[in-house]
């Protein structure tokens, strides 16, 4: 009896303090950060750091675009085809930067794909034991953890020793071939290529292990439910259900591929120009961006400095976008 | 209160040996023989002895978590291939064994096909889904292909549906649909036994009767064993019933087998009677 009456007094009691004058006196009494920071408060709060975050991009572009702003009005787009980079005439053309980036990012998928979709393959497959396969993944995803100067710094004293006999032999016995018709002397874009394949690997042997592990374990079975073996299986089911994320990932590896300034740097030779054979040095955006900042004084060769870095963030800001597409949108109607 | 396990085990045993007598014109296509099953150290099921009979359609129904699936799948090996999963016994295919050394895992499923719980299409055309695994194992030419996927898809009942847009994705069908495009998948390679794990679990009732309908035209040409948690579906589409169990230690048995009539009026077992009414659990 006594239970049943309870509830109807409290609720009462509710009705009037709510009524009266009294919950006012309270509000009063409240911890200072609660009557600061109501929900009301906290939304606000949260909204405005997300507000902070979403403008980075725009407020870069904006500080980017009037710093390059006496370039552009000098050169407008034929810069990006403009083969000369001469400080003291002040001209300035960008091609053989954007075709340095270009060729060494794409140097570096060519190498990466492969091995980072096998990784993929064989960390996420039955292939091996779990005690084999996840330590594997790891260690692949530790690369990613090494600061890109350590790169850079092995790129320079230990890698290109050890792979130059390799260049001295391609340009001996397939020197006919115009991708090998130079002298090698260490630094080259093949170097450079080499070194950004292995810092873009884990990306992409990551996130395509990610869309192997999404596939249903049913999807699988129904191929092995037909007879098909282990391989025909992985090549054409589970692949051509994981393609959205592995080309992801692939895009994704080339977007950090274009903007990987330090090792590059290291080991590319940074000589401007543009030389289709890939034993001769190059330069790239990052790189010349890393070389001249210091001693740019003229504002239009930081202008021109300034304007480098624009192509640069649409293009890698493009890649990167794609890259979000497909791994997201493609892979959930797969 | 649940059978003690001795008695339900024992006790299937002779069901067994009063069952092969009553069905004489039928060969088994499975003989099963004292087949446990363990994930890691854990028993997901303990001596299981039953025979499945050509031609017909063997049900095989339980509470969840009794192993239904996990039997169905040692019949054409393939809950091996998770890791840590041990198979014991005895499981012979028109008489050969099928865990013999010298057998060949993907022929063994050629002939023992499986329709998932759900549907689970490739991600290619339609066409190419059915074809899928005719080319795996032959090299024909294409109108012997096109012959054969299209007498896939009418065996599934998705030829009239399908055969305009035979190059979309299969992944544009709808669920029944899907489902019925991996039975055509299946039928393909003309298997002589199709297992069915739950293959109207996620499907509308609609869907369900084409499937339920499909599977009465399918058991002319070969053997179908279909696990269900469903005891009406069951009951439509099976001549065998199957009952699986736990017992207290939470390990998978075969209480009762028999001709489904039986199972449904005048089971043996209490557990399945009360299972068959609904009064378990």
Same mark, same amino acid.
């Given at each position: 009896?006594?239970?049943?009456?309870?509830?109807?007094?409290?609720?009462?009691?509710?009705?009037?303090?709510?009524?009266?004058?009294?919950?006012?006196?309270?509000?009063?009494?409240?911890?200072?950060?609660?009557?600061?920071?109501?929900?009301?408060?906290?939304?606000?709060?949260?909204?405005?750091?997300?507000?902070?975050?979403?403008?980075?991009?725009?407020?870069?572009?904006?500080?980017?675009?009037?710093?390059?702003?006496?370039?552009?009005?000098?050169?407008?787009?034929?810069?990006?085809?403009?083969?000369?980079?001469?400080?003291?005439?002040?001209?300035?053309?960008?091609?053989?930067?954007?075709?340095?980036?270009?060729?060494?990012?794409?140097?570096?998928?060519?190498?990466?794909?492969?091995?980072?979709?096998?990784?993929?393959?064989?960390?996420?497959?039955?292939?091996?034991?779990?005690?084999?396969?996840?330590?594997?993944?790891?260690?692949?995803?530790?690369?990613?953890?090494?600061?890109?100067?350590?790169?850079?710094?092995?790129?320079?004293?230990?890698?290109?020793?050890?792979?130059?006999?390799?260049?001295?032999?391609?340009?001996?016995?397939?020197?006919?071939?115009?991708?090998?018709?130079?002298?090698?002397?260490?630094?080259?874009?093949?170097?450079?290529?080499?070194?950004?394949?292995?810092?873009?690997?884990?990306?992409?042997?990551?996130?395509?292990?990610?869309?192997?592990?999404?596939?249903?374990?049913?999807?699988?079975?129904?191929?092995?439910?037909?007879?098909?073996?282990?391989?025909?299986?992985?090549?054409?089911?589970?692949?051509?259900?994981?393609?959205?994320?592995?080309?992801?990932?692939?895009?994704?590896?080339?977007?950090?591929?274009?903007?990987?300034?330090?090792?590059?740097?290291?080991?590319?030779? $940074?000589?401007?120009?543009?030389?289709?054979?890939?034993?001769?040095?190059?330069?790239?955006? *990052?790189?010349?961006?890393?070389?001249?900042?210091?001693?740019?004084?003229?504002?239009?060769?930081?202008?021109?400095?300034?304007?480098?870095?624009?192509?640069?963030?649409?293009?890698?800001?493009?890649?990167?976008?794609?890259?979000?597409?497909?791994?997201?949108?493609?892979?959930?109607?797969? | 209160?649940?059978?003690?396990?001795?008695?339900?085990?024992?006790?299937?045993?002779?069901?067994?040996?009063?069952?092969?007598?009553?069905?004489?014109?039928?060969?088994?296509?499975?003989?099963?023989? $004292?087949?446990?099953?363990?994930?890691?150290?854990?028993?997901?099921?303990?001596?299981?002895?039953?025979?499945?009979?050509?031609?017909?359609?063997?049900?095989?129904?339980? *509470?969840?978590?009794?192993?239904?699936?996990?039997?169905?799948?040692?019949?054409?090996?393939?809950?091996?291939?998770?890791?840590?999963?041990?198979?014991?016994?005895?499981?012979?295919?028109?008489?050969? $064994?099928?865990?013999?050394?010298?057998?060949?895992?993907?022929?063994?499923?050629?002939?023992?096909?499986?329709?998932?719980?759900?549907?689970?299409?490739?991600?290619?055309?339609?066409?190419?889904?059915?074809?899928?695994?005719?080319?795996?194992?032959?090299?024909?030419?294409?109108?012997?292909?096109?012959?054969?996927?299209?007498?896939?898809?009418?065996?599934?009942?998705?030829?009239?549906?399908?055969?305009?847009?035979?190059?979309?994705?299969?992944?544009?069908?709808?669920?029944?649909?899907? +489902?019925?495009?991996?039975?055509?998948?299946?039928?393909?390679?003309?298997?002589?036994?199709?297992?069915?794990?739950?293959?109207?679990?996620?499907?509308?009732?609609?869907?369900?009767?084409?499937?339920?309908?499909?599977?009465?035209?399918?058991?002319?040409?070969?053997?179908?064993?279909?696990?269900?948690?469903?005891? +009406?579906?069951?009951?439509?589409?099976?001549?065998?019933?199957?009952?699986?169990?736990?017992?207290?230690?939470?390990?998978?048995?075969?209480?009762?087998?028999?001709?489904? +009539?039986?199972?449904?009026?005048?089971?043996?077992?209490?557990?399945?009677?009360?299972?068959?009414?609904?009064?378990?659990?």
């Amino acid at each position: 009896m006594g239970f049943a009456v309870a509830p109807s007094t409290e609720s009462s009691s509710l009705l009037t303090s709510s009524s009266t004058d009294d919950s006012l006196e309270n509000a009063g009494k409240l911890p200072f950060l609660r009557t600061l920071l109501g929900d009301g408060g906290f939304k606000s709060l949260t909204f405005v750091a997300a507000l902070i975050a979403g403008a980075v991009p725009f407020f870069v572009v904006a500080l980017i675009s009037r710093d390059a702003w006496p370039a552009i009005a000098k050169f407008g787009l034929p810069f990006l085809w403009e083969q000369d980079w001469n400080i003291d005439e002040s001209i300035y053309g960008a091609l053989p930067y954007l075709f340095g980036s270009l060729v060494s990012a794409f140097i570096a998928l060519v190498l990466a794909l492969p091995i980072g979709v096998a990784i993929a393959i064989v960390t996420s497959e039955r292939v091996l034991p779990p005690w084999v396969q996840i330590p594997i993944a790891f260690l692949v995803e530790l690369i990613a953890a090494i600061p890109s100067v350590i790169i850079g710094l092995w790129g320079v004293f230990v890698f290109t020793p050890a792979i130059n006999p390799f260049q001295e032999f391609l340009y001996a016995r397939f020197g006919w071939l115009p991708i090998f018709n130079t002298q090698p002397f260490g630094s080259s874009m093949l170097v450079a290529g080499i070194i950004l394949a292995i810092m873009i690997l884990p990306t992409i042997a990551a996130i395509s292990r990610e869309a192997f592990l999404a596939i249903s374990a049913d999807l699988r079975n129904g191929a092995f439910a037909l007879g098909a073996t282990q391989w025909e299986t992985i090549i054409f089911v589970t692949m051509p259900a994981a393609i959205s994320g592995i080309l992801g990932g692939a895009t994704l590896g080339l977007g950090r591929a274009l903007g990987e300034t330090m090792a590059v740097t290291m080991v590319i030779g $940074n000589v401007a120009g543009i030389d289709f054979s890939l034993l001769s040095p190059g330069s790239t955006i *990052p790189s010349i961006l890393a070389n001249q900042f210091s001693e740019a004084l003229d504002p239009l060769h930081i202008g021109a400095l300034m304007y480098l870095a624009l192509v640069l963030f649409l293009i890698t800001l493009g890649v990167n976008s794609l890259a979000i597409f497909m791994i997201r949108f493609l892979s959930r109607n797969a | 209160m649940l059978p003690s396990p001795h008695s339900s085990s024992s006790s299937s045993e002779e069901k067994l040996a009063t069952m092969e007598p009553q069905s004489p014109s039928t060969l088994p296509v499975f003989h099963i023989e $004292n087949v446990s099953c363990f994930y890691g150290r854990h028993k997901a099921l303990e001596g299981v002895y039953m025979d499945i009979y050509e031609g017909k359609v063997t049900a095989i129904i339980g *509470p969840s978590g009794c192993g239904k699936s996990t039997f169905l799948k040692i019949l054409n090996r393939i809950g091996e291939m998770e890791s840590n999963v041990r198979v014991d016994g005895k499981v012979q295919l028109l008489g050969k $064994n099928i865990f013999a050394r010298d057998i060949n895992l993907n022929l063994l499923r050629r002939q023992v096909g499986m329709i998932f719980q759900h549907p689970n299409p490739f991600a290619m055309s339609i066409y190419d889904n059915v074809a899928y695994g005719i080319r795996t194992f032959h090299r024909l030419s294409r109108p012997a292909l096109d012959e054969a996927v299209e007498s896939a898809l009418r065996s599934a009942a998705l030829w009239d549906e399908v055969k305009d847009s035979l190059h979309q994705s299969g992944l544009a069908l709808s669920g029944g649909q899907q +489902q019925r495009l991996c039975i055509a998948r299946a039928l393909a390679v003309k298997p002589k036994v199709l297992l069915m794990d739950e293959p109207c679990s996620a499907l509308d009732p609609i869907a369900t009767l084409k499937i339920e309908e499909l599977i009465q035209g399918l058991k002319q040409q070969l053997t179908i064993v279909i696990v269900t948690h469903n005891m +009406q579906q069951a009951a439509r589409v099976s001549e065998y019933t199957a009952f699986f169990s736990t017992d207290e230690r939470r390990i998978g048995q075969l209480v009762e087998f028999d001709l489904t +009539q039986k199972i449904f009026t005048e089971a043996e077992q209490p557990s399945t009677r009360d299972y068959v009414a609904g009064r378990f659990g």
